[in-house]
């Protein structure tokens, strides 16, 4: 989705507001007395060379100083300050103070600006870099936990935008942390693996990894592979496959290129899982977790279909004389394409209203979201407003937690309920901690998206014009309905044209006295806005509800018979 950019939700500034969120006081300090951090793991190189240049050009930048139970401790400064020392063991006594920036914190508030401030502004090798971030990221909770810090959405989400690397980059940074033998870092900060062996070693088990370390000479391309074979020995067995293809998956086994799509759309979508046909299963949209064995991906799972049931080339289906396509006759298919896709969450790039995940398609969302209430002007408009993933989640998540609890803060789903119409049937709408509910009134159908699947529904909505579209046809009709009260409060009308559409129709009326050029313009304005709405509510229909578009048909019907009227008044 156009609109979901990760560098959008945070700027050059805002990446170091965890830093400076809060003023610091100008103070001059004894650099002798500045106490360098243990933790400080960056490399500080070239101390004498800083010492001249401070001497020629002076101090030009401030060290940025946290006072920890009254201690002054370096954050931002290191080099600085013990070129600084050097100068006045050089007998330089103009450096016996320098210019520095003090705060009070506490001890995690102090180790997360430290580490924030290497990682934002210095460039770091890869260790130096996956090891800033582990240290980053403990004193994060520490600061969060404390509420010294507020983090929207998820953490790994939170710190991969505020370091400026992919989610994908952050998880495997995390499994080096997490997996990585003690040989293994030892090997990745001394330089003999690199990040990518690194990471691929950190997903094997520990012997495995050893083994790596000490050949020194397995290239990243030979352990991937050896993660690989790791891999296959955990995946689930072929009967267990078999079975949850058989009882599950065959359905949507139509076209074996389109297995993987339909799989994910049907199944990882909604989350299927259960204990039904003999297999315990549990899907996602990453892929399936089968028994007790670990998840495969579906593109594996479908490798591993085509190895237990190979694809034959199936012969033409011949065309039988007189076979005719339904879709030519609609007395028979009602007047419904029986070829309406109804797999895809998008066609061709567009959102396809006749997706349907489950039982409901997401035309039924699509009017629910549009027309029963449940979404405020101003939760549109704030969400319409913001930019990126964890933003557009939360804004989501706090309106529906706003529907959802009482004042008291005690779970209350479904206290704010909202009826509609969809296709002639009545749902109701409502919130719980799942998501945003739908629930047909004859009880036949009752599904929720949750919060990633409305959001993506919302991108797609925004992105075909569904908001824009609806309010620029119900401006048009406001303009086009005041301009056919005012001729119709202009013109004498007889009684029988006031008793009905058949009257108005059928009987002759005189003319009210008006200029030519007037008489004309009215007409004009009339039938132009008649012709935009006959055009937009027809190419819209899918947009309204069934009640909203005989409503606005009437009006259109009205308007068509005021311009009628105004050409036999001209005639």
């Not at 959001?455 to 075909?464: P, T, V």
């Not at 579209?469 to 406001?478: D, F, H, M, S, Y």
């Amino acid at each position: 989705m156009g609109r979901l950019g990760i560098g959008d939700r945070l700027n050059q500034n805002s990446k170091q507001g965890v830093i400076f969120t809060e003023e610091y006081r100008k103070v001059r300090l004894d650099p002798r007395t500045l106490i360098p951090s243990e933790r400080n793991k960056y490399a500080q190189d070239d101390i004498e060379e800083l010492a001249d240049n401070m001497l020629l050009v002076g101090q030009l930048q401030e060290v940025i100083v946290g006072r920890v139970d009254g201690q002054d401790r370096i954050i931002v400064g290191h080099r600085r300050t013990a070129a600084a020392v050097l100068n006045i063991e050089r007998g330089h006594d103009s450096f016996k103070l320098i210019d520095c920036k003090v705060r009070e914190m506490t001890e995690a508030m102090f180790m997360l600006t430290l580490h924030s401030a290497n990682i934002f502004n210095r460039r770091l090798s890869d260790w130096e870099l996956t090891e800033g971030v582990a240290e980053f990221k403990k004193y994060l909770v520490a600061a969060r936990e404390a509420g010294e810090v507020v983090i929207a959405g998820k953490m790994r989400d939170y710190i991969a935008d505020a370091i400026g690397v992919s989610t994908g980059k952050m998880a495997q940074m995390e499994s080096i942390t997490n997996n990585l033998c003690e040989e293994g870092k030892e090997a990745f900060k001394n330089g003999d693996i690199n990040f990518t062996t690194a990471y691929e070693a950190s997903r094997l088990p520990v012997e495995k990894q050893k083994e790596v370390i000490e050949s020194g000479e397995m290239l990243s391309g030979e352990v991937k592979q050896m993660v690989e074979q790791e891999r296959q020995k955990k995946e689930p067995t072929a009967a267990a496959v078999k079975k949850f293809y058989e009882v599950h998956a065959k359905r949507y086994d139509g076209d074996r290129s389109k297995l993987k799509e339909l799989c994910i759309e049907h199944m990882g979508r909604s989350h299927n899982g259960g204990n039904s046909g003999g297999v315990n299963y549990q899907c996602s949209i990453r892929g399936v977790k089968l028994e007790n064995a670990e998840e495969i991906t579906w593109t594996r799972f479908v490798q591993l279909v085509n190895e237990f049931y190979p694809v034959t080339e199936a012969e033409p289906e011949e065309q039988v004389e007189g076979q005719q396509d339904l879709d030519d006759y609609p007395e028979v298919t009602g007047g419904v394409s029986i070829k309406t896709d109804t797999a895809h969450f998008k066609i061709d790039g567009a959102l396809n209203p006749n997706y349907t995940p489950m039982g409901l398609p997401y035309s039924c969302y699509i009017t629910a979201i549009l027309h029963s209430g449940a979404f405020s002007q101003d939760f549109v408009e704030r969400y319409k407003g913001s930019r990126g993933i964890n933003a557009l989640l939360n804004i989501i998540e706090n309106y529906r937690k706003q529907l959802c609890y009482d004042e008291g803060g005690r779970y209350a789903p479904g206290k704010a309920s909202y009826d509609f119409k969809h296709e002639g049937k009545e749902y109701t709408a409502y919130f719980d901690n799942r998501g945003f509910n739908l629930e047909s009134k004859d009880k036949q159908y009752k599904e929720y998206l949750r919060d990633y699947d409305l959001m993506e529904l919302l991108e797609a909505m925004l992105e075909a014009g569904y908001f824009g579209i609806v309010e620029t046809l119900k401006n048009t009709i406001k303009k086009t309905c005041k301009k056919v009260s005012e001729t119709d409060t202009a013109k004498q009308q007889k009684p029988q044209e006031i008793q009905g559409i058949a009257g108005a129709m059928n009987e002759p009326e005189t003319a009210a006295e008006e200029s030519p050029a007037a008489a004309a313009e009215e007409e004009l304005d009339i039938a132009e806005a008649t012709a935009i709405l006959t055009a937009d509510l027809f190419q819209l229909r899918e947009y309204i509800n069934e009640d909203d578009f005989y409503t606005l048909q009437e009006i259109v019907i009205n308007c068509e018979l005021a311009a009628r009227k105004g050409g036999e008044d001209e005639r």
